[in-house]
């Protein structure tokens, strides 16, 4: 099994900052994804992050907005930029387990005032 | 694109109570998985069914995926207080990723 983890665990942003959020897997993997749970709602793929190249985006998710990053293969950060309170939510990255499946890391608890 | 639903969207049951929450998606899907949440938690696997009517269990918990491979269901015999969570099903389109989830059913057992 991978262990994940992220930083920060959760934080209160002032509206038009922007916070990076880090996520490190025990394990060497190809594809890590970042998902946004808004409160009390599903996973939102926001985009996949492949190693070596440019993040896939999700419909209705730029890079202007989300900027990702991915320098080796088990690190990626996932940068939420000139935050709103829309952007209050649980940031969650994801590795594949195998045959499609997926562990989840513990999530950032992003609250944007 | 393809949309995945679950009903009920809450369930409130007495512990000892059976709970069933259903999965259906516009699509058909190469496989499906189900994952529970727990409350101030994160997205745990717990099961994944590839093959058209499979029927899998894990103790009190049974998981069903539908012949046409839209539909799954999840159903838990007696419940516990440690079966509280939200329960989401997920699935690629056929050939495809990435995963799409439903809104998951969120259960409360009362003691």
């Known amino acids: 099994s991978a262990v994940i983890s992220q930083k920060p665990s959760r934080d209160i942003c002032q509206r038009g900052t922007s916070l990076t959020i880090q996520c490190q897997v025990d394990s060497q993997v190809t594809m890590m994804f970042w998902y946004r749970q808004q409160p009390g709602q599903s996973l939102t793929l926001i985009a996949t992050?492949?190693?070596?190249?440019?993040?896939?985006?999700e419909s209705g998710f730029v890079i202007d907005k989300f900027p990702i990053s991915r320098p080796n293969l088990t690190f990626s950060t996932l940068t939420v930029s000139n935050m709103s309170p829309e952007d209050s939510s649980i940031y969650l990255c994801?590795?594949?387990?195998?045959?499609?499946?997926?562990?989840f890391g513990p999530g950032t608890r992003l609250l944007v005032l | 694109g393809q949309q995945v639903m679950q009903i009920p969207q809450y369930q409130h049951v007495q512990e000892g109570e059976d709970f069933t929450t259903y999965c259906n998606s516009s699509?058909?899907?190469?496989?499906i998985q189900w994952y529970k949440q727990r409350p101030g938690g994160h997205p745990v696997f717990l099961i994944q069914l590839v093959k058209s009517g499979e029927v899998k269990k894990q103790k009190r918990l049974t998981f069903q995926f539908g012949e046409a491979k839209k539909n799954s269901s999840l159903h838990i015999t007696a419940t516990q207080t440690t079966d509280v969570g939200t329960y989401f099903c997920?699935?690629?389109?056929?050939?495809?990723?990435?995963?799409?989830f439903g809104k998951g059913t969120r259960l409360s057992v009362i003691a």
């Open positions: 699509t058909t899907l190469s496989n």
């Open positions: 994801s590795v594949e387990r195998g045959q499609e499946t997926q562990y």
């Open positions: 997920a699935g690629p389109e056929k050939g495809n990723t990435p995963l799409v």
């Open positions: 992050a492949n190693q070596g190249s440019e993040a896939t985006y």
